[in-house]
């Protein structure tokens, strides 16, 4: 038996010479250089007591260490579990009192205000990078081999807690497995190759950027520009040298609001793909328009890695999601039954890719993921007479008013049409008479005043009465994650008493 994730994608680094990863303003790792790096950060782990099957747990910035204790981890057999760096140490408590880790990793800044959460859990705390003591210092006179440890395609390979928008977090389980095939198939869908140079400006807490963007990376041998994070002159800087790119849409919309940003700068691109979050139909037209280049949409999350993707070769369908993707099977569901096609329904997929169910919440689990194998995505969609998946939004997004079901993309595609409106949110807030009644947040274009009633005035004739919102107001910004994710549920809160 060998490590699966350790066999496909770090052991072949030994054999390079040349760079994997490019780090700004330092020099660029090459694969044996990274390689010794994950070699010395496994023996620090198991220094550390680390045994297989055990979590590591870590909260850090960016940087190749961090890329390190991943790849570490998971050739120890033990379970990574990365952890948004935006989380309050009362969250993080949470956290460590849930998965139980042996080891958590943090930034210096953070130590003191983490060790007493560290302590109550009973993990033991060491800071990544800083002064004397931090595992980075710990890894500079430990070997550079590495023995692997062995594990079964299905054994656990890392934890990824949900964003969890409502209610608490949840542990996604993620198998060797799951990663490494889904890997496989985008890798090939999205004919990767060790040419490639990917631009990675995504954080690598969450599945985006850690499974999608480094996974594919590592297993096709190509290189990575390895940023801190989306910086645009950093971004704007890296894009001469990149092959490809991967992001969420605030990267793309962010790319278009600078004029820098040109066809003749991307000329020589081969692919963006965007996903974690809706791509308006408007940007992926306004990307074609600027740059020539479709953008590439995916549809994923943290328990199932990818599902569906638009064709590499094909036509790329603004405001779809494409394809299921190859050994992954899809259906859309409502009352029990699958929908016929054109109609909303709840997806439900199946296939290598679906996790393996929640840390230690076998009901949450039982509710979720059928004895039969298929996920409920808690996702509404439809499938198109061509079979492109279009997603309608989160099912716990959809509005029910005087008992009809409102669905705000559709909303949100009219109202993000009327003049002056850079984009907007739909909500359901409590109302005395319909139960629930849709609601608009309108963020406008820059340097123009928005009257809200004027906007909504311009629905009139274009969406039936019960889909009109019955109010709206304007904010200069929706408050998003850092995955550039509307945070519908802080709407809710903030506009639930309008109504009253
Ligand atoms: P996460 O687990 O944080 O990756 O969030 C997954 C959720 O993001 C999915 O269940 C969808 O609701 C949403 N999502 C991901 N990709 C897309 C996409 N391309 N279009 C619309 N929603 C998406």
């Known amino acids: 038996m060998t490590n699966p994730l350790y ?33 010395q950060a496994a023996h620090v782990l198991q220094a550390a007591g680390v045994g297989a099957g055990e979590r590591v747990a870590v909260q850090v910035g ?16 033990a379970v990574f579990l990365p952890l948004n760096t935006a989380y309050t140490p009362a969250e993080v408590a949470y956290f460590l009192g849930d998965a139980q880790p042996s080891l958590f990793l943090c930034d210096p800044a953070r130590a003191d205000a983490l060790a007493p959460v560290a302590a109550a859990s009973g993990a033991r705390l060491m800071t990544l990078d800083g002064a004397k003591g931090s595992f980075a210092a710990a890894m500079a006179g430990q070997p550079t081999t590495l023995a692997p440890a062995p594990r079964a395609p299905g054994d656990l390979a890392a934890i990824l807690y949900t964003s969890g928008t409502t209610g608490r977090s949840k542990g996604a389980m993620l198998s060797h497995d799951n990663l490494l095939s889904n890997a496989r198939v985008l890798a090939d869908l999205w004919a990767f190759t060790d040419k490639d140079v990917l631009l990675h ?3 690598i807490f969450h599945t985006h950027g850690l499974f999608v963007a480094s996974n594919i990376s590592f297993l096709t041998g190509g290189q990575m ?16 040298r990149a092959t490809a790119m991967m992001g969420v849409p605030t990267f793309y919309t962010r790319l278009l609001d600078d004029d820098r940003f040109t066809r003749d700068l991307v000329a020589h691109m081969r692919l963006f793909v965007s996903g974690s979050a809706p791509l308006l139909a408007e940007t992926h037209q306004a990307f074609q328009a ?33 394809f299921p993707l190859p050994g992954v099977e899809l259906r859309i569901m409502a009352e029990g039954a699958e929908v016929p096609p054109g109609e909303v329904g709840g997806i439900e997929v199946r296939g290598p890719n679906v996790f393996l169910g929640y840390w230690q919440m076998p009901e949450k689990t039982a509710e979720e993921l059928r004895p039969d194998g298929w996920f409920i995505t808690g996702d509404l969609g439809r499938i198109d007479a061509d079979g492109y998946v279009q997603i309608v939004g989160r099912a716990k997004d959809l509005v029910i008013t005087g008992g ?18 850079l984009e907007s949110a739909v909500v359901g807030v409590p109302h005395p008479d319909f139960g629930e009644a849709v609601f608009a947040v309108l963020v406008p274009q820059k340097g123009v005043t928005l009257q809200a009633e004027a906007v909504l005035e311009g629905l009139k004739d274009r969406l039936a009465r019960f889909k009109q919102p019955k109010a709206a107001v304007v904010v200069d910004a929706l408050p998003r994650n850092t995955m550039g994710k509307v945070q519908k549920a802080e709407l809710r809160k903030t506009y639930a008493g309008w109504f009253a």
Do not use: C, W
């Open 7 to 39: 066999a496909a994608l770090f052991a072949p680094l030994t054999l390079r010479d040349s760079p994997v990863l490019q780090l700004p303003g330092e020099a660029a790792l090459t694969g044996r250089a990274f390689h010794d790096m994950i070699a």
């Open 62 to 77: 960016k940087s190749p260490q961090a890329l390190a204790v991943y790849a570490a981890t998971v050739s120890i057999g």
């Open 201 to 203: 400006a995504l954080p």
């Open 225 to 240: 520009i390895f940023l801190p994070g989306f910086d645009l002159q950093q971004v704007l800087a890296a894009l001469p």
């Open 290 to 322: 600027r740059t020539g280049h479709r953008i590439l949409e995916r549809y994923g999350m943290t328990e199932t890695n990818m599902n569906t993707s638009n064709p590499y070769e094909g036509e790329r369908r603004a405001g779809t999601v494409g």
């Open 404 to 421: 009809y079901n409102v669905y705000p993309i559709e909303v949100e595609m009219v109202l993000d049409e009327q003049p002056g409106v």
